[in-house]
Nanobody, 123 residues
Framework: QVQLVESGGGLVQPGGSLRLSCAASGSIFRTNIMAWYRQAPGNQRELVASITNGGDTNYADSVKGRFTISRVSAENTVYLQMNALKPEDTAVYYC?????????????????WGRGTQVTVSS
């Protein structure tokens, strides 16, 4: 089994910063693409940023220039540095990882989700 555990959410004033972390653990052969999604009340879950195991990144237009995704592949960990936060960034942030595992049934690959961490931007 594989688990993703997020941390780093909280309450911050507009213009402030937060750093989210997500660590994957369990039966992991390789972590492939890792990403952060978010979901605000009444909205669909949306992609915030993603990063390949080669370091290629992709960002939603709404966070470009303010958020930075990074990873430490050897530690199966992904980070999201969020600067210049706005009230509209308020949401539950979810970590997602595409992971290759090796078990008695062979090698298989599937996406996993964390439980989410709340980010609230308010004065």
């Amino acid at each position: 089994q594989v688990q993703l555990v997020e941390s780093g959410g909280g309450l911050v004033q507009p213009g402030g910063s937060l750093r989210l972390s997500c660590a994957a653990s369990g039966s992991i052969f390789r972590t492939n693409i890792m990403a952060w999604y978010r979901q605000a009340p009444g909205n669909q879950r949306e992609l915030v940023a993603s990063i390949t195991n080669g370091g290629d990144t992709n960002y939603a237009d709404s966070v470009k220039g303010r958020f930075t995704i990074s990873r430490v592949s050897a530690e199966n960990t992904v980070y999201l540095q969020m600067n210049a936060l706005k009230p509209e960034d308020t949401a539950v942030y979810y970590c997602n990882a595409d992971i290759t595992s090796a078990g008695s049934d062979g090698i298989f690959r599937k996406p996993y989700w964390g439980r989410g961490t709340q980010v609230t931007v308010s004065s």
